[in-house]
């Protein structure tokens, strides 16, 4: 598994969690709580943009949405079972 695959992958598992807590900012009405996760997410997002402005054809981007979105799962198993 490439570097940038290890990368995207924990990228998207600290965005879910991340979002997780941005929602419980809002439920909570947390104004600080809520800017801060705000105003975070977008620059946890940047590798995704990065790897997939670079890749070369569709097949390469479709692998990286896919580890994308495989790290995105496995941040939701981590959010329903510990938070």
């Not at 695959?5 to 990228?11: K, N, Q, R, S, V």
């Not at 692998?63 to 799962?73: I, P, V």
């Given at each position: 598994?490439?570097?940038?695959?290890?990368?995207?992958?924990?990228?998207?598992?600290?965005?879910?969690?991340?979002?997780?807590?941005?929602?419980?900012a809002?439920?909570?009405?947390?104004?600080?709580?809520?800017?801060?996760?705000?105003?975070?997410?977008?620059?946890?997002?940047?590798?995704?943009?990065?790897?997939?402005?670079?890749?070369?054809?569709?097949?390469?981007?479709a692998?990286?949405?896919?580890?994308?979105?495989?790290?995105?799962?496995?941040?939701?198993?981590?959010?329903?079972?510990f938070?």
């Amino acid at each position: 598994m490439g570097r940038k695959y290890i990368i995207l992958f924990i990228a998207a598992l600290i965005i879910e969690i991340a979002s997780t807590f941005y929602i419980t900012a809002v439920a909570e009405k947390s104004m600080f709580k809520m800017i801060f996760w705000a105003f975070i997410g977008p620059f946890l997002s940047l590798p995704f943009l990065a790897y997939q402005i670079e890749a070369k054809n569709n097949r390469q981007r479709a692998k990286l949405a896919f580890c994308y979105g495989l790290g995105y799962a496995a941040g939701a198993i981590i959010v329903t079972q510990f938070f």
